[in-house]
């Protein structure tokens, strides 16, 4: 019977590296389960972050990359010999028991991520993650929009106004009613990044009688990240 399952031996490209994108699964419902606070909820921020650090940790990742529902792990290290089923089922599942697990809450249905695949090659990565983050900026400007229209009229016509409206058309439309979006956390615009830094450590060295520098990497969630560059991903290398 092994015979039959579908996909089984279908493995990415050898030697290449692959982004794994996650997206909540009808995470619109969950959000009004859960009574989030709109634009964002600084609660299902911080767990989003807790299960990116459990991602990085769990499967060795060069760099995670959050915002609203949507997770992308950069991986060098391939897991699972490559084969697909295999990453999408398991990165999803480990990101969905995380999420329930760091979010103090009683679920009227189980959360879910689903997964997809992107081989890519050096040249590849910034493309994809300004792409992605260009994403989060557009995603705060309608947020933060139809939060406002909303807190003015009713849905529907909210829904109505924006409709069809560009980006810098709801951005002026925020600014003239005295909201500046520069003024809003860098997180809400530019995402949650995870990676590795260095931190300078000073110790005693007995044998040599003196003062010893040395160099210690650690995880760290960086909720202010610049616009992605390729000095940023020369850095955290």
């Not at 060069?62 to 897991?79: A, G, M, Q, R, W």
């Not at 990453?87 to 189980?110: G, L, R, T």
Request: net charge neutral.
């Amino acid at each position: 019977m092994k015979d039959y399952e579908v996909y089984s031996s279908l493995k990415v490209p050898k030697n290449s590296k692959i982004i794994v994108r996650l997206d909540g699964r009808s995470f619109h419902k969950l959000a009004s389960d859960l009574k989030l606070t709109k634009p964002y909820d600084e609660n299902f921020y911080r767990v989003m972050a807790d299960v990116c650090n459990d991602l990085f940790n769990e499967f060795s990742a060069s760099f995670v990359y959050t915002f609203s529902d949507e997770i992308s792990l950069l991986l060098e290290n391939i897991p699972f010999d490559g084969r697909v089923e295999k990453i999408n089922s398991v990165i999803a599942s480990f990101a969905s028991s995380s999420f329930v697990m760091h979010y103090d809450a009683d679920f009227k249905k189980p959360p879910a991520f689903d997964s997809r695949i992107i081989p890519v090659s050096d040249e590849d990565i910034l493309k994809y993650f300004r792409w992605r983050q260009d994403e989060s900026w557009r995603n705060c400007v309608n947020s933060h929009g139809i939060s406002h229209l909303k807190s003015k009229y009713s849905n529907s016509q909210a829904n109505d106004i924006i409709k069809g409206m560009k980006l810098n058309e709801v951005h002026e439309l925020l600014f003239n009613d005295g909201i500046n979006l520069n003024d809003v956390e860098t997180y809400k615009k530019r995402g949650i990044g995870i990676y590795r830094k260095q931190k300078k450590v000073v110790g005693f060295n007995k044998k040599e009688n003196r003062n010893q520098t040395s160099y210690r990497s650690y995880v760290y969630t960086d909720w202010e990240l610049p616009k992605f560059s390729d000095e940023f991903f020369e850095e955290i290398e």
